[in-house]
T-cell receptor, first 116, second 111 residues
Framework: KAGVTQTPRYLIKTRGQQVTLSCSPISGHRSVSWYQQTPGQGLQFLFEYFSETQRNKGNFPGRFSGRQFSNSRSEMNVSTLELGDSALYLC???????????????FGPGTRLTVT | QQQVKQSPQSLIVQKGGISIINCAYENTAFDYFPWYQQFPGKGPALLIAIRPDVSEKKEGRFTISFNKSAKQFSLHIMDSQPGDSATYFCAASSGDDKIIFGKGTRLHILP
């Protein structure tokens, strides 16, 4: 079974631009979560989708948005990029939603975003 | 109250030794405590997880010890190997709420 895939793997953008990152979960998984990882803040939760519905949202500004499609693939968008948005963006998928005893997250390799 | 405090930030252990990483939390509603292992250039990988109805869970050389009254849990890596050198994250969540991660521990096993 293929793992979680994220595209692109690396991205360089200029401040003020917008960016869209893509995540394809493991086949059959319906929950997709997004995280921002930086050396200073560690892993911070952005949002979680289950069956196309956003179920949880972290403490990030409205410039960060996401969506999930009917095939469970997910995208996140960051508008008006700032230098501080430079980070590794990780996507994780799970077969069940958080709260189920069988809940287990599987992470993708991440997209390294650099804002200049 | 939503924080998970992880220590130490970095750890150096001799090959064959025991690596111990500790985490503490405040939110008594947390009911799922996973540990993740991350190698450079890779995403975190679920290593082992525990729920508060048990005090210990062992999988191979990895053991989670859970102390509900102290609101602490720890990861023990027995017979540590150079291949265990990675960053380890503890985490916690409550019901269907988001997972909160610790800041991570960089573990280096000396050959």
């Amino acid at each position: 079974k293929a793992g979680v895939t994220q595209t692109p793997r690396y991205l360089i953008k200029t401040r003020g631009q917008q960016v869209t990152l893509s995540c394809s979960p493991i086949s059959g998984h319906r929950s997709v979560s997004w995280y921002q990882q930086t050396p200073g803040q560690g892993l911070q939760f952005l949002f979680e989708y289950f069956s196309e519905t956003q179920r949880n949202k972290g403490n990030f500004p409205g410039r960060f948005s996401g969506r999930q499609f009917s095939n469970s693939r997910s995208e996140m968008n960051v508008s008006t990029l700032e230098l501080g948005d430079s980070a590794l963006y990780l996507c994780a998928s799970s077969f069940t939603a958080p709260g189920f005893t069988s809940y287990e997250q599987y992470f993708g390799p991440g997209t390294r975003l650099t804002v200049t | 109250q939503q924080q998970v405090k992880q220590s130490p930030q970095s750890l150096i252990v001799q090959k064959g030794g025991i690596s111990i990483i500790n985490c503490a939390y405040e939110n008594t509603a947390f009911d799922y405590f996973p540990w993740y292992q991350q190698f450079p250039g890779k995403g975190p990988a679920l290593l082992i997880a525990i729920r508060p109805d048990v005090s210990e869970k062992k999988e191979g050389r990895f053991t989670i010890s859970f102390n509900k009254s102290a609101k602490q849990f720890s990861l023990h890596i027995m017979d540590s190997q150079p291949g265990d050198s990675a960053t380890y994250f503890c985490a916690a969540s409550s019901g269907d709420d988001k997972i909160i991660f610790g800041k991570g521990t960089r573990l280096h096993i000396l050959p």
